[in-house]
């Protein structure tokens, strides 16, 4: 799905939305992001936070650790 396509595709949407509340929910999300540089939110991190970050990707790695998709969906 090519950018043109995209962008007709979430008019569509956005359309079709009636709920004023999700409508400035969506509209303050792409705002954020639209003035966001890549690698701001890792910057803005602390170095704890960030040793967190790297340790809960390198935990991920290993299948014993991941929750299977089913079991999530059940418990909430």
């Not at 799905?1 to 009636?18: A, C, N, Q």
């Not at 303050?28 to 967190?52: M, P, T, Y």
Request: charged fraction near 40%; hydrophobic fraction near 30%; glycine fraction near 2%.
């Amino acid at each position: 799905m090519g950018t043109v396509e995209l962008k007709s595709d979430l008019h569509k949407i956005l359309d079709r939305i009636d709920n004023e509340q999700l409508l400035k929910t969506i509209y303050d999300f792409l705002k954020q992001r639209e003035n966001a540089k890549d690698g701001q939110i890792w910057e803005s991190l602390s170095a704890e936070q960030k040793e967190e970050v790297l340790l809960s990707y390198e935990e991920s790695q290993d299948d014993k650790n991941l929750i299977n998709w089913e079991s999530i969906k059940k418990k909430y």
